[in-house]
């Protein structure tokens, strides 16, 4: 007998029906995405004082290297270490016995050569002598004058003295040793400390701004050609005395194409040192509606062009590109591309694409910290 075998239509009809059955029972149910929660700061336009910092060293406003102008043996030391010094005030003495000795032989030798050149020149009179030998009298007679002066200020560089008036440093030498004309090493250091200068270096195309700024009057002014500029020690304090920046003291480093400013300030306590690092802070002027934004607002894209995400009044986010001019503190200084009234995430921003909703929370005002320096 012959069996029976079903053909392949009727087994593809039940497997055709269950399929499409199961198509029917797992067909998804669209739904709304939950929106996103952020934090959002609401731009304003403020006034700012745009401030640049300088960072640099301070300077003595004179140094004077004391040095021997005549040699001998150190006899003593006039001066405390560290202590104020004026001009003209004695600080060594040089052991004087042979210079003191070389002005008493040059006076004898002058009052010799007058005492002949008066009796030459009585002779002269009655043709005693000739005019020559006159002359020649004359001559030693003014000779032994100038070697008199010369003996008479060897002896007062034995009194060594303070050239100009300041702080004196330590002594490089002690009493008992010997001293030369002309030495290389120092025996003391006077820096003159009130006022006191600041170094600063800054590339040659910071200071044209600069020097366009203040001509323009944005810059506040202590002077013809000259800013007024405030200090920040290296502590972190202010220095209470402001000082004033000064164009026409500038330089160009032809290797690094930097210039160095100098600004001068008073320095009546002594506060100031040379060698101290400082910043000063150089006001440009005031910015009557600046825009600031949260540097955590902020995302660079590879091109470097700033943007950020912006709520709008539906709470849909949109992605857009800004000018940032300069950071003040922790925020952007912004031009164009935003206004104020805006809202800008700063908190959330990873879970953000341009369809998502959000719920803005408003962060606190303190996200910005504006009492930094505005910096390029």
């Known amino acids: 007998m012959k069996s ?51 960072p640099g060293r301070t300077t003595a406003f004179r140094v004077a290297e004391v040095r021997p102008q005549v040699s001998g ?27 003191r000795a070389e002005l008493n032989r040059a006076e004898a030798n002058l009052s010799s050569a007058r005492n002949l050149a008066d009796r030459y020149e009585r002779l002269l009179k009655t043709n005693a002598v000739s005019r020559q030998e006159y002359d020649d009298a004359n001559a030693a007679f003014k000779q032994a004058q100038a070697s008199v002066e010369v003996a008479r200020i060897n002896l007062e560089y034995t009194r060594v003295l303070s050239p100009i008036s300041g702080r004196i440093g330590r002594s490089l030498v002690t009493e008992g040793a010997l001293v030369t004309n002309g030495q290389a090493q120092q025996l003391a250091t006077v820096n003159q400390l009130d006022p006191i200068y600041v170094d600063v270096t800054q590339p040659i195309t910071r200071i044209l701004q600069l020097q366009r700024a203040l001509e323009s009057g944005n810059l506040m002014q202590a002077g013809k050609d000259q800013a007024q ?41 002594r506060k100031l040192l040379p060698g101290m690092f400082v910043h000063a802070q150089l006001k440009e002027g005031v910015r009557d509606a600046a825009k600031l934004v949260p540097q955590s607002a902020i995302i660079f894209d590879t091109r470097g062009h700033a943007n950020t995400w912006i709520v709008k009044p539906d709470n849909s986010v949109e992605l857009r590109e800004i000018q940032t001019l300069r950071t003040v503190g922790n925020a ?45």
């Not at 006899?75 to 004087?96: A, C, H, N, T, W």
């Not at 952007?332 to 809202?343: Q, S, T």
């Not at 303190?366 to 320096?373: G, H, V």
């Open 332 to 376: 952007f200084l912004v031009g164009d591309g935003i206004e104020p009234g805006e809202r800008v995430v700063t908190e959330g921003i990873q879970q953000l694409r341009s369809t998502s909703k959000v719920n803005a929370s408003e962060v606190s005002s303190d996200i910005l910290s504006t009492s930094l320096t505005a910096a390029n």
């Open 73 to 99: 043996i150190i006899q003593q030391r006039m001066f405390v270490e560290g202590s104020e010094v004026k001009k003209g005030q004695q600080l060594y003495l040089i052991d004087p016995s042979t210079y």
């Open 229 to 269: 500029v405030t200090l920040t020690l290296d502590d972190g304090s202010s220095y209470a005395q402001p000082g004033k920046l000064k164009f026409s003291e500038v330089s160009v480093d032809e290797g690094t194409g930097s210039v160095t400013l100098r600004a001068e300030f008073p320095n009546p306590d």
């Open 4 to 54: 029976f075998t079903p053909s392949r239509a009727f087994v593809a009809l039940p497997l055709t029906a269950l399929l499409l059955a199961g198509c029917q029972e797992s067909e998804p149910t669209v739904s709304a995405a939950a929106p996103v929660e952020v934090g959002v700061y609401t731009i304003q336009a403020k006034p700012l004082t745009l401030t640049n910092d300088l």
